[in-house]
T-cell receptor, first 115, second 114 residues
């Protein structure tokens, strides 16, 4: 079963605007990761945030994690048309559900950046 | 090393036929994962190897599905007696593991059962 739930399911913005996607999950985690998927392709790892971290940056990406609320957000600043893709959060659950480093993915947010 | 390779990219098969997919992970990665993704959904875990040992299988992996990773290198996923419900993208990923690394995914094999 999928643990993460991304919100919104779809997001359409203009180039240059910021895009914010949220993820909620259900169990305790070791870490949370965000991935991007272009249509019909494999997933690309964007960023990993550990359960003891609250915020992480990578280029135009900013990820926050609130373990008390079991939620995370991904912010893409100054978006570009090339950012158009689906974005998935994935959690590495702690035992008993996890422990095998098996990631559990949400359903994703489909981001469209209009030129 | 150019990343995770999957073969074939696309496979169309008739219902009832057997199919086999191959995944070549990044050579330094000892963890290898198979996921299945249907349209509009996120990837769903199927099975996982650490080196040549298959450590976990999802309940999604019925007895028609079998995966191997001989010698801890490439992996194969076989589906016997395919059904239309098996139509999906089959994704392979590899990782260094240890909870500090993300996965590197291949481009996937899209299976269509007609």
């Amino acid at each position: 079963s999928q643990q993460g739930e991304e919100d919104p399911q779809a997001l359409s913005i203009q180039e240059g605007e910021n895009a914010t996607m949220n993820c909620s999950y259900k169990t305790s985690i070791n870490n949370l990761q965000w991935y991007r998927q272009n249509s019909g392709r494999g997933l690309v790892h964007l960023i990993l945030i550990r359960s003891n971290e609250r915020e992480k940056h990578s280029g135009r990406l900013r990820v926050t994690l609130d373990t008390s609320k079991k939620s995370s957000s991904l912010l893409i600043t100054a978006s570009r048309a090339a950012d158009t893709a689906s974005y998935f959060c994935a959690t590495d659950p702690r035992p008993p559900q996890g422990g095998s480093e098996k990631l559990v993915f949400g359903k994703g947010t489909k981001l469209t950046v209009n030129p | 090393d150019t990343g995770v390779s999957q073969d074939p990219r696309h496979k169309i098969t008739k219902r009832g036929q057997n199919v086999t997919f191959r995944c070549d992970p990044i050579s330094e990665h000892n963890r290898l994962y198979w996921y299945r993704q249907t349209l509009g959904q996120g990837p769903e875990f199927l099975t996982y190897f650490q080196n040549e040992a298959q450590l976990e299988k999802s309940r999604l992996l019925s007895d028609r599905f079998s995966a191997e990773r001989p010698k801890g290198s490439f992996s194969t996923l076989e589906i016997q007696r395919t059904e239309q419900g098996d139509s999906a993208m089959y994704l392979c990923a590899s990782s260094l593991g240890g909870g500090s690394y993300g996965y590197t995914f291949g481009s996937g094999t899209r299976l269509t059962v007609v």
